[in-house]
Nanobody
């Protein structure tokens, strides 16, 4: 079973930044597309951003384009999410998932196929 440990969440003021980390456990992420997803109470489950195994391709939800950046370090078996200009609407549990065949778009537009424990991000003044 593919498992991740997400970290880096917390409370931040609107306009602030956070960097989330997603460390893979028990497997090597080299050949996997990795995605960040979020779930907030009363809101749709959303694919935030996804990155291909080589980092050549990325996909971002319209809601985060220009503010969030996904990256990966295969040597460290870790994927990152840099979140800038945070808004209260970004408040959610963020988690990551892996897929060994999906394209970045296919993964991100089908969030209900992917679930995880996650880390809480709260944007509030």
């Amino acid at each position: 079973q593919l498992q991740f440990v997400e970290s880096g969440g917390g409370l931040v003021q609107p306009g602030g930044s956070l960097r989330l980390s997603c460390a893979a456990s028990g497997f090597n992420i080299d050949y996997y597309t990795i995605g960040w997803f979020r779930q907030a109470p009363g809101k749709e489950h959303e694919g935030v951003t996804c990155i291909s195994s080589s980092s050549a391709n990325t996909y971002y939800a319209d809601s985060v384009k220009g503010r969030f950046t996904i990256s990966r370090d295969n040597a460290k078996n870790t994927v990152y999410l840099q979140m800038n200009s945070l808004k209260p609407a970004d408040t959610a549990v963020y988690y990551c998932a892996a897929d060994d065949w999906a394209t970045v778009q296919a993964m991100c537009v089908n969030p209900d196929n992917y679930w995880g424990q996650g880390t809480q991000v709260t944007v509030s003044s």
